[in-house]
Nanobody, 123 residues
Framework: QVLLVESGGGLVQAGGSLRLSCAAS????????VGWFRQAPGQEREFVAA???????QYYADSVKGRFTMSNDNDKTRYLQMNSLKPEDTAVYYC?????????????????WGQGTQVTVSS
């Protein structure tokens, strides 16, 4: 079992940047795929980005492609770098881990979820 904790959210002006972190405890990310999802008030949770366990496959939602980038620097932390932020990026952002290592766009295929971190982009 892996426990996920997100951090790095906050308030930023349109055009600014934030880097979200997803830290794992209990186990490392070495065999897990990681996905990022977000949920705005009154809306359903939507896919943002995902990477397979090997890093060989990465997927981004069209709405964030070219602006958001996933990365990591060890087996216990995953990052989502968000640049050129827009007001419509405002949401609670969640990281999730898939024990099968697939890294899909489907939230139901992820086993573990963090508590979420709020990102607010002002116009």
């Amino acid at each position: 079992q892996v426990l996920l904790v997100e951090s790095g959210g906050g308030l930023v002006q349109a055009g600014g940047s934030l880097r979200l972190s997803c830290a794992a405890s209990g186990r490392t990310f070495s065999s897990y795929a990681v996905g990022w999802f977000r949920q705005a008030p009154g809306q359903e949770r939507e896919f943002v980005a995902a990477v397979s366990w090997s890093g060989g496959r990465q997927y981004y939602a069209d709405s964030v492609k070219g602006r958001f980038t996933m990365s990591n620097d060890n087996d216990k932390t995953r990052y989502l770098q968000m640049n050129s932020l827009k007001p419509e990026d405002t949401a609670v952002y969640y990281c999730a881990a898939d024990s099968y290592g697939r890294g899909t766009i489907t939230a139901a295929e992820y086993d573990y979820w963090g508590q979420g971190t709020q990102v607010t982009v002002s116009s």
